[in-house]
């Protein structure tokens, strides 16, 4: 349902605008387990509410994983980096995101992870003569 907010309204010269409260209430509970605000349009649809709130799961999830190194066996997590200036971090914290999108994208080709794949991203093609910084007779 749509909502005014009245958190600090006495230092406020107007109220809030409306918002979306979204409430999640299990079946069986005696009350409600969460609840959400959301700025959404009013046309918003319930369903796209309930994607939106619920996707900062997802992330939290994912975040988790990266800092835990079960993005890759051979890349630590981001939570195990040792070193001390910023390269090396921005070093490491590509690898283990590079790995990790890695693998989440293969992960999203079974089922149930299907649904969320628009289409499937092609690899660009490279450019006459490349050659990657570093190889062998690289300038």
């Known amino acids: 349902m749509r909502v005014r907010p009245a958190h600090r309204d006495t230092a406020r010269s107007e109220p809030w605008l409306e918002e979306w409260l979204l409430i999640e209430w299990p079946e069986g509970d005696a009350e409600p387990a969460k609840y959400w605000f ?28 990266l ?25 490491h914290a590509s690898l283990c995101i590079a790995a990790y999108g ?20 092609e690899t660009p093609a490279l450019s006459a003569g490349f050659q990657p910084r570093g190889a062998a007779g690289a300038a």
């Open 102 to 121: 890695f693998l989440i994208a293969e992960r999203c080709l079974f089922p149930p992870q299907r649904p969320f794949i628009r289409k499937r991203i």
């Open 38 to 65: 959301s700025n959404l349009s009013r046309r918003a649809t319930l369903k796209r509410l309930v994607r939106i709130a619920k996707a900062r799961w997802w992330i939290e999830r994912d975040y988790q994983e």
């Open 67 to 91: 800092k835990q190194g079960r993005a890759a066996k051979r890349i630590d997590g981001l939570g195990q980096f040792e070193g001390r200036n910023w390269r090396g971090f921005h070093h």
